[in-house]
């Protein structure tokens, strides 16, 4: 079974406007943390945020906040208020804890979802 | 700081080469790691390392071998390349297990033909 699952191939939003990109995610460890990452064209792996399992507050980083809905398991990715330069592939990416058998050195990366803002 | 750096950027191998790729970072952090990333798909971890002189396998490990004789460098060595060696490879290194940011390199892409 998959461990993060990114349902969204492709997404289009407008300048300005705010995107939601979906992660589910699957794990029986009481203790994780989920992590988005950009990739733009040019290669490199940008990290935009994190959120841990036992954190009371959704994780804010100025324009990106994370929508963790823990009972759903999911972890969305919000870009608020999007620029040319967020077109990237985004990446949703878990870190399970011992009890599953991971470690704190291991990530798992979903497929990715390929985001295109439109001027 | 220069970070996470690899060398070569790019490169083309033929069927049963052997090659190095070079990870270098300059944060003095304990942690590296190795990941590829085939086409379409996301990072997967090939090999990691919690300090000079110890490594361990991740979820890909076979075709590859590691070192880590300094806390600075990280090679990732291929021994006789196959074609489905061909991907994009990343490393990325973190001060300790309890960070939660990896920082990555800015990737090799190999070919193996």
């Known amino acids: 079974a998959q461990k993060i699952t990114q349902t969204q191939p492709g997404m289009f939003v407008q300048e300005k406007e705010a995107v939601t990109l979906d992660c589910t995610y699957d794990t029986s460890d009481p203790s994780y943390g989920l992590f988005w990452y950009k990739q733009p064209s040019s290669g490199e792996m940008i990290f935009l945020i994190y959120?841990?399992?036992?954190?009371?507050q959704n994780a804010t980083e100025g324009r990106y906040s994370l929508n963790f809905q823990k009972a759903r398991k999911s972890a969305n990715l919000v870009i608020s208020a999007s620029q040319l330069g967020d077109s990237a592939m985004y990446f949703c990416a878990m870190r399970e804890g011992r009890r599953s058998g991971g470690s704190n050195y291991k990530l798992t990366f979903g497929k990715g979802t390929l985001l295109t803002v439109n001027p | 700081n220069a970070g996470v750096t690899q060398t070569p950027k790019f490169r083309i191998l033929k069927i049963g080469q052997s090659m190095t790729l070079q990870c270098t970072q300059d944060?003095?952090?304990?942690?590296m790691y190795w990941y590829r990333q085939d086409p379409g798909m996301g990072l997967k971890l090939i090999y990691y390392s919690v300090g000079a002189g110890i490594t361990d396998k991740g979820e890909v490990p076979n075709g590859y071998n590691v070192s880590r004789s300094t806390t600075e460098d990280f090679p990732l060595r291929l021994e006789l390349a196959a074609p489905s060696q061909t991907s994009v490879y990343f490393c990325?290194?973190?001060?300790?297990?309890?960070?939660?940011?990896?920082?990555f390199g800015p990737g090799t892409r190999l070919t193996v033909t």
């Open positions: 990325a290194s973190s001060y300790s297990e309890r960070t939660y940011e990896q920082y």
């Open positions: 944060m003095n952090h304990n942690y």
């Open positions: 959120q841990g399992s036992y954190d009371q």
